[in-house]
Every structure is written in structure tokens, then in C-alpha cells.
């Protein structure tokens, strides 16, 4: 049973340009959770999605910043006109939203460097 | 809102000896789960522990385990016959329970001597 899947693993985008970044969860799971760490800090929270909703987008810079859960597809993390404060690494998480103590198993991350 | 507390930014263990990270949170509910996550230099996130919060009981995983102590809202991870490869960031992190993000607390680097 594949782990959680992210790509790209590393991702360099010039100011102002997208970014898009990709989770395939794990077989089975149909909750996605993103979270994003900046440089020598913890995991922030960003938004939490089931198949074709979003439940939780607390997280969620309000401009420049989008999720989605397709029926079909993975999971994709879009960052319009890209700044260099965004430059983090992001992480995707799921789990299949079944246990009670939520368990949530995480991707390798994608380290997005803005220029 | 939830807040997990981890206030040592870095501890240092010599090889085969023990080393406890401290970690604190706040909340307001009453049944949740705790947990410790493991990250390397290859930052990908590893669990190392669970705690359900209504087990009285510390949870262990060989040379690992917890001291949960619920009314002080503290839930210590000690790690037993340390060795090189347990260098990395430990990541305390609070979730209420089913479907609800995680919190984590800002981390502390453990670093392994010969």
C-alpha cells in the first residue's frame, strides 16, 4: 500500500508566477489535510477536504491561495502570483476518517522556493 | 482554540542514555488525542506515539513512552537508550478526534552524541 504521494518533491517559481502542488492520498483514505512550515518553525494548519468539499479552511490565506479534492485526481494546493513569504515547505496529510483518534499520515512534503 | 507548547527549542542526549521532551497544551475539551511526530533531515513526518486522552494509562512504544498527566494538560515524550539515528525535530501535536486538524507546537531539535 503506496504512502501518501506528493509531487513535485521541490518546486521554484519566480514572483508572480503559479504554483501548484499535488497529494494522491493513501488507498482507501478520503480526507486531505494540508499544512505549510515555514523555515525552522512547526506545522501550520491550512485547509482540511473530502472528496469534492472543503470542510475546514481556517487555515487559508484568504487571497492567492485555493484547494481542491476532485472526485477523480489528487488533491491540488494552488498558489496564484507567488511571493517570496510563501516560500515554505507543504505538507500533505490523510487519513480515511474512519477511527475516532483521526490518524493522519503524512507526505514527504513539497518545498516550494520563490525567487 | 487549542495551543500546544514545546519549550525547549533544542535538548541534547548521549548515545544510550534517556531524554525527556516536555510539551503543554490548552483545551477546553475533555476526550482528545495526543501525539508525538518524528521529523529527520529528510523532513518527512514520522509518528511516533498516540495518546488518547480518556486511557489513564501511558501509552509506550519500545523505547519510547509517555508521561500524560491530563489535569496538568502535560504530555511528555522519553526516550530510552537513545541512539544517533533518533536525531531529529520531535513535533508535539493536539487533535480533538475524528476529522479535525492537527495542532502542533513548534518543535524541539534532539540532537544524539557519541
Known amino acids: 500500500n503506496a504512502g501518501v504521494m506528493q509531487n513535485p518533491r521541490h518546486l521554484v517559481r519566480r514572483r508572480g508566477q503559479e504554483a501548484r502542488l499535488r497529494c494522491s492520498p493513501m488507498k482507501g483514505h478520503s480526507h486531505v489535510y494540508w499544512y505549510r512550515q515555514l523555515p525552522e518553525e512547526g506545522l501550520k494548519f491550512m485547509v482540511y477536504?473530502?472528496?469534492?468539499?472543503?470542510?475546514?479552511e481556517s487555515g487559508m490565506p484568504k487571497e492567492r491561495f485555493s484547494a481542491e479534492f476532485p472526485k477523480e485526481g489528487p488533491s491540488i494546493l494552488r498558489i496564484q502570483q507567488v511571493v517570496r513569504g510563501d516560500s515554505a515547505a507543504y505538507f500533505c496529510a490523510s487519513s480515511p476518517g474512519t477511527e475516532s483518534y483521526n490518524e493522519q499520515f503524512f507526505g514527504p512534503g513539497t518545498r516550494l522556493t520563490v525567487l | 482554540a487549542q495551543t500546544v507548547t514545546q519549550s525547549q527549542p533544542e535538548m541534547s542526549v548521549q548515545e544510550a542514555e534517556t531524554v525527556t521532551l516536555s510539551c503543554t497544551y490548552d483545551t477546553s475539551e475533555s476526550d482528545y488525542y495526543l501525539f508525538w511526530y518524528k521529523q529527520p533531515p529528510s523532513r518527512q513526518m514520522i509518528l511516533v506515539i498516540r495518546q488518547e486522552a480518556y486511557k489513564q494509562q501511558n501509552a509506550t512504544e519500545n523505547r519510547f513512552s509517555v508521561n500524560f498527566q491530563k489535569a496538568a494538560k502535560s504530555f511528555s515524550l522519553k526516550i530510552s537508550d537513545s541512539q544517533l539515528g533518533d536525531a531529529a525535530m520531535y513535533f508535539c501535536?493536539?487533535?480533538?478526534?475524528?476529522?479535525?486538524?492537527?495542532?502542533f507546537g513548534t518543535g524541539t531539535r534532539l540532537q544524539v552524541t557519541l
Open positions: 501535536a493536539y487533535n480533538p478526534g475524528t476529522a479535525s486538524k492537527l495542532t
Open positions: 477536504l473530502q472528496k469534492e468539499n472543503i470542510i475546514d
